[in-house]
């Protein structure tokens, strides 16, 4: 009997120390969704508004100008990729970077948590934010008061 007991306990604390082991961080989803919508992109077999409609967070495009306008970007993204190793493209969190390379972006209210700088080889070349477990934006423009902002679609 304190044999099963004791069997049943040790199950119970692996079971536990297994299930801690595999726990994934939110950071870790949002990468994931990053490292998989540039995949897809690597992939020039793989269409612009396929990428869109399957990583992509699309609320507000309402016209064909704007769909164009983000398959164009998708292509824009795909040629700039076409030289570098998606193994060394490296995710940096917002919270991450100095202060001097974030405070010209104003977040507006969104979670600084879900952006991230994707830099190769030391040189950014471009930054998401995360919605939903999407790609909300992968565009950040300049305001007219000197400040960035994320474009969301």
């Not at 190793?85 to 917002?94: A, G, H, R, S």
């Amino acid at each position: 009997m304190r044999i099963i007991s004791l069997s049943i306990i040790l199950y119970f604390f692996c079971s536990i120390g297994h299930a801690q082991s595999s726990f994934e961080t939110d950071q870790d989803k949002d990468i994931a969704v990053i490292q998989s919508f540039l995949k897809d992109i690597a992939n020039t077999s793989t269409r612009p508004d396929v990428i869109l409609s399957q990583h992509v967070l699309i609320e507000n495009t309402n016209t064909d100008e704007a769909y164009d306008y983000l398959e164009a970007s998708i292509d824009e993204i795909r040629l700039n990729l076409q030289s570098k190793k998606l193994t060394d493209i490296e995710c940096i969190p917002f919270s991450s970077l100095s202060r001097n390379l974030t405070r010209d972006i104003d977040p507006e209210g969104k979670p600084t948590s879900k952006m991230y700088f994707l830099y190769y080889k030391k040189r950014q070349i471009f930054a998401v934010y995360i919605a939903m477990h999407k790609i909300a934006s992968f565009t950040l423009v300049a305001k007219g008061n000197q400040m960035a902002h994320f474009v969301t679609y």
